[in-house]
């Protein structure tokens, strides 16, 4: 059991019991679900997990909005089979779990999607969306792939790098006002200091992991935020790819 003393702050939220329109693929060394748009189409767009791991059918149902708005959507296992994080855990052993599972060393794995991507899928301009753990991902790779054209990063930031400003892909940050995991004053840091098109957008009275974590549908006071920054996300994606 967890314990009281140190609670995840991570909340799993609404836990959906969506079963998803893709399918699971091998792409060489790691596992993928994979949904395609109805028509044909050379964009593509790579969601990368929360904490919680690939299968989270939360995190499905985003790449399924995607799909359904014209892209290839592929949410690898960027854990590469190792456990996802589980709520029943107690917080103070997050750092420890995190140790071989950190954000800024997925280069092999984004190499070989990126090159599924392109030689069976047939896509030109591809994106990337993250949430949480896959935010700092996105806010990472946005650092070092200038062939990705545009990257949004659901409550994730990275904190350490130095050159954490210098974007190359013009990125969306959507953030939650009340966020336990990241403090207000780390987002507004990045104002100012980034070159390429960015944009901070902070939700008032929202919390972690709010986007794709809690549903519009059981939620209705906080259903118009929810598809607001969906909504963002795709207007995001749709003006750079």
Not at 185 to 209: A, E
Request: charged share 25%.
């Amino acid at each position: 059991m967890a314990n009281e003393a140190k609670p995840c702050p991570c909340d799993i939220g609404d836990r959906s019991d969506y079963g998803g329109l893709g399918q699971e693929v091998q792409i060489e060394h790691i596992k993928a679900y994979v949904v395609k748009p109805s028509a044909t189409s050379d964009k593509a767009v790579i969601v990368i997990q929360d904490i919680f791991g690939w299968e989270l059918p939360n995190t499905r149902y985003m790449a399924d909005m995607l799909a359904a708005n014209g892209y290839t959507a592929v949410c690898p296992d960027f854990f590469v089979g190792k456990e996802p994080w589980s709520p029943t855990k107690d917080w103070s052993t997050f750092q420890e779990w995190l140790k071989d599972k950190k954000p800024t060393d997925i280069n092999k794995e984004v190499d070989v999607v990126l090159k599924y991507l392109k030689e069976q899928c047939g896509a030109k301009r591809i994106g990337i969306v993250g949430f949480c753990w896959g935010g700092v991902a996105t806010h990472y790779l946005a650092l070092l792939y200038p062939e990705i054209k545009a990257g949004v990063s659901v409550y994730g930031i990275v904190r350490e790098r130095e050159d954490r400003y210098s974007l190359k892909s013009p990125t969306l940050f959507i953030f939650a006002e009340n966020d336990n995991v990241i403090p207000l004053d780390q987002v507004t840091n990045l104002k100012g200091k980034c070159t390429v098109d960015f944009q901070l957008k902070v939700f008032p009275g929202q919390t972690h992991g709010f986007v794709h974590r809690k549903r519009e549908d059981i939620n209705p006071a906080d259903k118009p935020q929810i598809e607001e920054a969906r909504k963002d996300m795709l207007n995001w994606l749709n003006k750079y790819i």
